[in-house]
């Protein structure tokens, strides 16, 4: 098949595209690099032309609820309308266990962006997944400074190259709207996860985990980024990716 991949370039759609390869599939990148503008639309008839299916990993770094809702509209209702006009029979996009449970605003825009294809043109399938192992590492390059201050999360990290081959096998088959969750084997604490990361790399960055208040901050504390029902299950243990990453 023909699988075009929207965010080819990155974090989730490096592994993605590996997956989709060996798998004997034909990955088709879409990203700037490429010369395709989700938000402009420029270049994405082209490179829909002749593909199956589609499969959305786009993202943008902001914590910004109106930044984030601008791009996640304005891409997938161009990335939907190409796709009608291409023929795609299915459009696969990745979002995130307990977005309608943890009203962040970045969240809110992920809500977005599931409503314009549950409501766009093209048969579709939604897969919610946990955060990635990568995120205490993206975390803490974002916090510059020797103390860093993570709220209580209690989170079921997954390994990105898992949900790139859950992603492949749900682009092969048939649509499923609301598929089930995608989540890791064990349940972590992000605070702690910080820390352990931080002893690994032989830093002394100091990591406080102060209870704030707040509706969001309660919620992610008591569990609102865990899965609520039963789904496929990662295999690989966030200390199992630890002892892998690149110091």
């Not at 690099?33 to 943008?60: F, H, K, Q, Y």
């Not at 990335?79 to 605003?105: F, N, P, Q, T, Y």
């Amino acid at each position: 098949m023909r699988i075009a991949v929207a965010g080819g370039t990155g974090t989730a759609g490096h592994p993605l595209a590996e997956a989709l390869t060996r798998r004997s599939h034909e990955p088709v990148i879409i990203a700037r690099s490429r010369g395709i503008d989700l938000l402009t639309g420029r270049g994405l008839d082209a490179a829909l032309e002749g593909v199956d299916a589609v499969i959305d990993v786009s993202n943008i770094e902001t914590l910004s609820r109106r930044k984030a809702e601008s791009f996640f509209a304005t891409a997938g209702q161009n990335l939907l309308a190409a796709g009608e006009r291409a023929g795609v029979r299915h459009h696969v996009l990745l979002s995130i266990v307990g977005i309608d449970k943890v009203a962040m605003g970045y969240y809110r825009a992920k809500l977005l962006q599931e409503k314009v294809v549950r409501t766009g043109p093209l048969p579709w399938t939604i897969v919610r997944a946990t955060q990635f192992h990568e995120l205490p590492q993206q975390l803490l390059k974002r916090t510059p400074g020797p103390l860093v201050l993570v709220p209580p999360m209690a989170t079921e990290p997954i390994a990105v190259r898992e949900v790139a081959e859950a992603l492949v096998q749900v682009a092969e088959g048939p649509p499923q709207g609301m598929a089930p969750q995608l989540a890791g084997p064990r349940v972590e604490d992000m605070a702690d996860l910080m820390r352990r990361l931080l002893r690994a790399r032989g830093s002394r960055r100091l990591v406080l985990s102060p209870r704030l208040p707040g509706a969001v901050f309660s919620a992610m504390a008591n569990g609102g980024l865990l899965p609520t029902e039963t789904g496929a299950r990662g295999t690989q243990t966030w200390d199992e990716w630890l002892d892998e990453a690149p110091r």
